[in-house]
């Protein structure tokens, strides 16, 4: 089996921040990761599909980046709409344990 | 445009069956890996099984393996996720998913 992790499990951020997210798997996946952001009470947001594809309708402050192992999502500047859990996920496969981002 | 719709959910008693379906289109079915995964109320996201294009390939996450069986029919653009001897764990809203495209969801509830 093919193991995500996710760094940090929390991170506290003011608005305005730069955030980064950091995924790893356990062995190489290519470029077949998305990330999603997760709400309370909310389906799952599709925010970047095949590790740096930004997806339709998403703001440009998301970005994705890495291949192989190693994958990161940044925010640029964080905005209070941003402010939730999000999960990297090797296509079809397991989730990293999730990033929780919070208020400072 | 990937098209995934799920039906099947519902209220079923533990110990209980059920079976998911995802009807899937705007892309070849056949060649896709295609997977379910699930939310559970005020939870965070979990991948449940997996299958390749052909079938020959299963996997599943451990706390439903011998319980859940995925498979599919081709010829139909179909995807199925059986699941038996249910537990209240297993309440969630499952997603089919193929790559980062997911359906809308369909809610099962285990509750006696």
């Known amino acids: 089996d093919i193991q995500m992790t996710q760094s940090p499990s929390t991170l506290s951020a003011s608005v305005g921040d730069r955030v980064t997210i950091t995924c790893r798997a356990s062995q190489s996946i290519s470029s077949w990761l998305a990330w999603y952001q997760l709400k309370p009470g909310k389906a799952p947001k599709l925010l970047i599909y095949k590790a740096s594809s930004l997806e339709s309708g998403v703001p440009s402050r998301f970005s994705g980046s890495g291949s192989g192992t190693e994958f990161t999502l940044t925010i640029s500047s964080l905005q209070p709409d941003d402010f939730a859990t999000y999960y990297c996920q090797y296509y079809n496969n397991y989730f990293g344990p999730g990033t929780k981002v919070d208020i400072k | 445009e990937v098209q995934l719709v799920e039906s099947g959910g519902g209220l079923v008693q533990p110990g209980g069956s059920l079976r998911l379906s995802c009807a899937a289109s705007?892309?070849?079915?056949?060649?896709?890996?295609m997977g379910w995964v699930r939310q559970a109320p005020g939870k965070g996201l979990e991948w449940v099984a997996n299958?390749?294009?052909?079938?020959?390939?299963?996997y599943y996450v451990g706390s439903v393996k011998g319980r859940f069986t995925i498979s599919r029919d081709n010829a139909k653009n179909s995807l199925y996720l059986q699941m038996n001897s249910l537990r209240d764990e297993d309440t969630a809203v499952y997603y089919c998913?193929?790559?980062?495209?997911w359906g809308q969801g369909t809610m099962v509830t285990v509750s006696s």
């Open positions: 299958i390749r294009g052909d079938g020959s390939d299963k």
């Open positions: 998913t193929r790559d980062e495209a």
């Open positions: 705007g892309f070849t079915f056949s060649s896709s890996w």
